[in-house]
């Protein structure tokens, strides 16, 4: 097991006197930039990724790439503007050993990868990463010819024995848990001897603009993938054997990480524009613009990126998550602050997250005086006064983020670990006082 970054110091949220007046500039995708850098190592050719997201999540990622040979320098992209990865696909080597922290993508889409090098790949990371399900990916793998030693826990830590080749096939498979199952089995197939057919048997299947991703991704490196929502069977993905090309790409801002800022405007009845928003995207955080609006909000997405306007009025919301699960900690949050009650519906794998997200944000919410309770699969939010108080963070990123949400407007919020921030935003307490002091409202 390896020692994950614990920094349990406890940082004053800043509350806000006034209104935010921002413009803030947010990284890169965590979920592109980690689907690019296992295309990338898997094509034919080297390829271009530009403003790649740094973080920790990210910066694993390329890691364990290069542990098992792939070549990924830092550069400026072709046209000369910008930070650029440039990634050279090589042979897969092991043995290797993997440090997946606990990035959901790392640990699911790896494995599949691993199964084409040419020795053992050993997976190993923080410990929740041993409690968050792999089986799906595990038995899947098995069912397509891998050999994987796992001491039968279906879950980290554990050996790829790499045979330098999968012969792929069909399998099924059930990802109600994790939708990154389906990602991950999809992502490497091309370089399966005979691709991959996945069928997902589960009763629901969370996160599928996460699935959209992976299919847009692969078509636009040149891969041929059948699936549902194009005419496609229901519950079937079909990928074809092929090469994938190189490309020139630049990743999205991460609008799942822009959520606390567009919810800063809303809980100050402030202004906040996220520069280069994409007009098309199939990131879930784009959902923000129709939730956000709901609760009281307004926007407007133009060629220059998003403006969020707040009313200061919040209101409560009924609403299914289950396609946008990684909003929910930051939708909690602006809930708590409401003029009616919440109920967030459609997420129970979120207790098989970077934490248990519901107990956690029930425990920490109801601590500061809110009025929540957990449901089989969300939350019910109550809005009562709040007070100060710490809000612990689990080691969960989006638990921080939320808790600094609540900190705006209500005094004397500790956020305990808001280093854990690093995990898909490192820079996120800087960010966070900038927007602030630029409009002149960090309070008390
Ligand atoms: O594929 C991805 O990049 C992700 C898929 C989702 O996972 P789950 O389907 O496990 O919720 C999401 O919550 C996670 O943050 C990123
Ligand atoms: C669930 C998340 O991450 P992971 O990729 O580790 O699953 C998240 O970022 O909200």
């Not at 097991?1 to 509350?15: D, G």
């Not at 400026?76 to 050993?97: C, K, M, N, Q």
């Not at 792999?134 to 891998?146: E, F, Y």
């Not at 809000?391 to 638990?399: A, L, P, Q, S, V």
Request: charged content about 20%; aromatic content about 4%.
């Amino acid at each position: 097991m390896t020692e994950s970054a614990v920094h349990p110091a406890l940082w004053p949220a800043p509350h806000a006197s006034g209104a935010v007046d921002a413009t803030v500039t947010v990284p890169g995708s965590k979920s592109v930039t980690n689907r690019a850098l296992v295309l990338a190592a898997l094509s034919c050719e080297p390829g271009w990724l530009r403003r790649p997201l740094r973080s920790r999540d990210t910066l694993l990622m390329a890691q364990a790439l290069r542990t098992m040979g792939v070549g990924i320098e830092e550069g400026i992209g072709p046209d000369g503007s910008g930070e650029a990865w440039r990634v050279i696909p090589a042979g897969l080597h092991g043995p290797a050993t993997v440090d997946v922290g606990n990035a959901g993508t790392v640990m699911r889409f790896l494995p599949p990868v691993a199964t084409l090098a040419d020795g053992p790949i050993r997976f190993d990371g923080d410990a929740r990463s041993y409690e968050r399900p792999l089986d799906g990916v595990i038995d899947a793998l098995r069912t397509l010819g891998a050999r994987i030693d796992d001491d039968a826990r279906g879950a980290l830590p554990l050996t790829v024995h790499g045979a330098g080749a999968l012969d792929g096939g069909p399998v099924e498979i059930d990802a109600s848990s994790s939708s990154q199952f389906v990602s991950a089995l999809l992502l490497s197939a091309p370089r399966f001897n005979q691709g991959v057919e996945v069928r997902h048997t589960g009763s629901v299947l969370p996160s599928m603009p996460h699935i959209r991703m992976t299919v847009d991704m692969l078509r636009s490196v040149g891969a041929q993938v059948d699936e549902p929502e194009t005419g496609g069977e229901p519950n079937v993905w079909r990928v074809a054997h092929s090469a994938l090309l190189g490309r020139d790409l630049t990743v999205e801002p991460d609008l799942s990480n822009a959520q606390p800022f567009l919810a800063a405007a809303l809980v100050t009845g402030g202004r906040v524009t996220v520069p280069d928003w994409p007009l098309r995207t199939t990131q879930p955080g784009d959902a923000l613009r129709e939730i956000f609006t709901e609760m009281g909000g307004s926007c407007e997405l133009t060629e220059r990126g998003l403006t969020f306007t707040g009313t200061g009025r919040i209101h409560g919301i009924d609403v299914d998550l289950g396609e946008v699960g990684e909003l929910t900690p930051g939708i909690a949050a602006v809930a708590a602050l409401a003029d009616s009650p919440s109920t967030l519906r459609g997420v129970a794998h979120l207790r098989l997250h970077e934490t248990d997200r519901l107990a956690a944000l029930t425990k920490e919410i109801n601590e500061l005086g809110g009025d929540v309770t957990e449901t089989a699969d969300g939350l019910h939010i109550r809005p009562r006064p709040l007070h100060g108080g710490t809000f612990h963070t689990y080691e969960d990123h989006r638990m921080a983020t939320a808790g600094s949400v609540i900190g705006l407007a209500v005094p004397g919020v500790e956020i305990e670990n808001v280093g854990t921030t690093a995990k898909t935003l490192p820079d996120f307490p800087q960010m966070w006082t900038a927007m602030l002091a630029s409009t002149g409202t960090a309070g008390a």
